[in-house]
């Protein structure tokens, strides 16, 4: 088994990077960051959502472990001081996965230059610079609404937990293989309405954002940013690649959502 070990720069998460490559080395198991069959990432959920986008050519062929190294992430199973347990879990892998839905994302040109595809693991969201987004919402080619307000997020399940919860989205357990629209500070009056709700879009239909105006849009695709370009078209369905999860002790999503939003005590 080859593991790659994705670590941020802060101090802490390169002191349990080196241990860990460390303990995998004198386990016997090979350090390959090129051709890896598991990512190791160390830090927050951020350095794994960038190992993600890292390796997302080969997400069919690399699973994931997150080690968190300040607060609770919602991807990272193992806490800093547990590195001697995943050292043994690696060693003894016996290739067990869960998987979860991905965002596939593709952007149009005004300029008629080639369309981009994108991948998010959480959600992609679409803003004006200044001043209101007006935009028409497509589901399947037809039109749903002509939104007015400050934007538009487009969520996965797990990313349901993520931007599109703090703009009154639903949570969505992630054995949906759905994904979910929200509206952002949308304008609801005698004019203009939209539906004013969070929508859930299933496996087999797609969303499609055309803004009236190409320019001065900000388009997130996770940390990733599309601006300075006119964008006439974005086009949102599940993708056909998943990410997978080496499931040594992987926590269950309503678990997570209890730890991170809830925390209640345990008696």
């Not at 460390?22 to 390959?32: F, P, S």
């Not at 599940?238 to 926590?251: D, G, K, L, M, S």
């Given at each position: 088994m080859k593991v790659s070990i994705f670590s941020n720069n802060g101090p802490e998460s390169k002191a349990v990077a080196t241990a860990l490559h460390?303990?995998?080395?004198?386990?016997?198991?090979?350090?390959?960051s090129l051709d890896p069959d598991i990512v190791v990432?160390?830090?927050?959920?951020?350095?794994?959502?960038?190992?993600?986008?890292?390796?997302?050519?080969?997400?069919?062929?690399v699973r994931f472990v997150g080690i968190h190294t300040g607060h609770l992430g919602f991807?990272?199973?193992?806490?800093?001081?547990?590195?001697?347990?995943?050292?043994?879990?690696?060693?003894?892998?016996?290739?067990?996965?869960?998987?979860?839905?991905?965002?596939?994302?593709?952007?149009?040109?005004?300029?008629?230059?080639?369309a981009d595809e994108a991948l998010?693991?959480?959600?992609?969201?679409?803003?004006?610079?200044?001043?209101?987004?007006?935009?028409?919402?497509?589901?399947?080619?037809?039109?749903?609404?002509?939104?007015?307000?400050?934007?538009?997020?487009?969520?996965?399940?797990?990313?349901?937990?993520a931007y599109n919860k703090s703009v009154g989205g639903a949570v969505l357990d992630p054995r949906f293989n759905a994904i979910q629209m929200a509206e952002i500070g949308s304008i609801n009056n005698i004019v203009f309405r939209t539906l004013g709700s969070p929508l859930v879009i299933p496996a087999d239909e797609w969303i499609r954002i055309e803004p009236t105006s190409s320019v001065d849009n900000v388009l997130m695709c996770d940390q990733l940013s599309i601006e300075g370009r006119p964008i006439k078209a974005i086009t949102y369905r599940?993708?056909?690649?998943?990410?997978?999860?080496?499931?040594?002790?992987?926590?269950h999503f309503w678990q997570r959502v209890e730890a991170s939003f809830i925390g209640r005590e345990r008696s």
């Open positions: 460390e303990g995998l080395v004198a386990g016997g198991v090979t350090i390959d990432t160390v830090g927050g959920d951020g350095t794994l959502l960038s190992a993600v986008h890292h390796y997302n050519d080969r997400l069919d062929q991807y990272t199973d193992w806490r800093d001081y547990e590195v001697d347990e995943l050292v043994a879990s690696l060693i003894e892998d016996n290739g067990q996965s869960i998987s979860y839905p991905m965002l596939a994302i593709r952007v149009e040109y005004a300029d008629g230059t080639h998010a693991l959480n959600e992609s969201t679409i803003k004006k610079v200044s001043g209101t987004m007006v935009a028409d919402v497509y589901i399947k080619d037809e039109l749903f609404e002509s939104f007015r307000g400050d934007g538009l997020c487009i969520s996965t399940p797990t990313g349901s937990t599940i993708a056909p690649q998943r990410i997978q999860f080496a499931e040594y002790r992987h926590t």
